[in-house]
């Protein structure tokens, strides 16, 4: 995967502060001296041959040049580590950035209770320490909700937003190197919370986490959600079999029928802006069964649907800018604008790039990686198990002569016969979980990563 970034430098202070941005969202400040002692480190436990060069320090005071030099070879140093697979995979490197990004929020280490969220709504409080790594959050919901150690892989936690009228916006997934909790508290809004949802886009999984109770109970959760915010679409029929197999209480039949149905464990993210098959387009994108599915409409009103395979893709990438806004003190606030882009075999011989502009970009490029790291793993005949229980990203290159599948025509017209979705939020019953709380107040939650990005900004003159 390639990877851009844009950095900001402002002179502020005699004293030298790099903001590191982690996919255009701020992670933490460091000093020069911080990530020079991060590296010797890095080269004492690695060796010289291994380790990236890092930037030298200067004698003297650094002028702006020299400043905007420096950001740029730290910038290039942190992306080196981090896509190497034995660096950026590290303890050693991931410690590093949850102490930095601990320390950054001023969050002393103790003991705090953590709400995190299932699929419909209900909570689950888990005791941690605002220090704990997003691996040890996960395992103590795991904990609370008596869900077995060999299926605590398949699931993970994410970072969403809520929107008034009760949508969810999927931000990101939390990462190894990220502190659930200062994540959480440091965005200071009631509108972020983190959620407990599967890791893995192949169905033939559910089997698996189907076999226990719990497993059972929150893929019939994420099942049911789905349904009724339409990620998942049912006509009327289906949603008569539903209906009665939910008034049975037959969770596994009720999960293997939605597995039938379209868009069955898609991600689903907010209206946004392609430039295919035109400029300007709006567009729904979905993330799932191996592929990001369009709803494009087109500037003359017409609707088109298509997939884009992971399979033909040849590459992919995230990039990000800056721009100043005003704001009515006059004072100069930061957007961070978002572009996936992907270069897809639209027919033999012939490549494009196809881009999508998103403040969920980084998402669905996680969506992307993962799914092609579950291939991956199978083609080589891999145990998806073990994969899910490895609790790091280290990125799978692909060959760029990697075979090619078929995938169906982009951009068919939809279906006009398509039943509407039918929601079922007021016919299905709720489901029975070990540890979840009562409360289900949306001012009862509050909210940060992903792994790749890392932009720079440079405060002040040089620390020595």
């Known amino acids: 995967m390639h990877y851009s970034v844009q950095v900001i430098v402002q002179t502020m202070s005699t004293t030298a502060a790099y903001n590191i941005h982690v996919n255009g969202v701020l992670h933490c400040r460091v000093r020069y001296s911080q990530l020079l002692g991060l590296h010797e480190q890095i080269k004492k436990e690695h060796g010289n041959n291994l380790v990236p060069a890092f930037p030298p320090k200067k004698i003297f005071t650094l002028t702006p040049n020299d400043v905007e030099q420096r950001r740029e070879q730290l910038e290039k ?83 969403v937003r809520e929107g008034v009228d009760g949508g969810l916006t999927f931000v990101r997934k939390l990462q190894e190197f990220e502190l659930p909790y200062v994540s959480v508290t440091s965005l200071r809004s009631s509108e972020f919370h983190i959620i407990l949802r599967k890791s893995y886009w192949d169905t033939a999984y559910d089997s698996d986490v189907m076999d226990n109770r719990v497993g059972l109970n929150l893929l019939y959760t994420q099942t049911v959600s789905d349904i009724d915010r339409g990620w998942i679409l049912v006509n009327k029929d289906q949603h008569r079999q539903l209906k009665s197999l939910q008034e049975k209480g037959s969770k596994k039949e009720f999960i293997r029928l939605g597995q039938t149905l379209k868009y069955f464990g898609y991600i689903k993210f907010d209206p946004c802006v392609t430039d295919f098959p035109e400029k300007g387009c709006h567009v729904i994108v979905s993330a799932g069964n191996n592929e990001l599915n369009f709803q494009v409409k087109l500037p003359n009103e017409q609707m088109k649907e298509g997939s884009f395979k992971v399979t033909r893709m040849r590459c992919w990438r995230v990039t990000s800018s800056v721009t100043l806004t005003s704001t009515p003190s006059n004072t100069f606030g930061m957007n961070w604008n978002l572009e996936l882009a992907f270069e897809y075999l639209m027919s033999k011989d012939r490549l494009q790039w196809v881009t999508i502009t998103s403040p969920q970009a980084i998402m669905m490029s996680i969506c992307l990686q993962s799914m092609v790291d579950e291939l991956m793993v199978k083609k080589s005949g891999g145990s998806i198990k073990k994969m899910l229980r490895k609790r790091h990203n280290g990125p799978l290159h692909r060959s760029e002569s990697q075979q090619a599948v078929k995938s169906p025509p982009l951009l068919d017209s939809p279906d006009p016969n398509r039943d509407q979705i039918v929601k079922l939020s007021t016919k299905l019953s709720s489901v029975s979980l070990r540890g979840i709380s009562a409360s289900n107040s949306a001012n009862d939650i509050s909210g940060n990563d992903f792994h790749g990005n890392y932009a720079f900004e440079g405060i002040g003159d040089d620390d020595l």
């Open 77 to 159: 140093y942190m992306q080196a580590v981090r896509q190497d697979p034995m660096l950026g995979a590290s303890e050693m490197f991931n410690s590093f950035l949850r102490k930095a990004q601990q320390e950054t929020q001023q969050i002393p280490t103790e003991e705090v209770p953590l709400e995190i969220y299932l699929s419909n709504g209900q909570k689950v409080e888990v005791n941690i320490l605002t220090s704990d790594q997003t691996e040890d959050v996960l395992e103590a919901v795991a904990s609370k909700l008596d869900l077995p150690d060999e299926l605590v892989g398949y699931f993970s936690l994410f970072l």
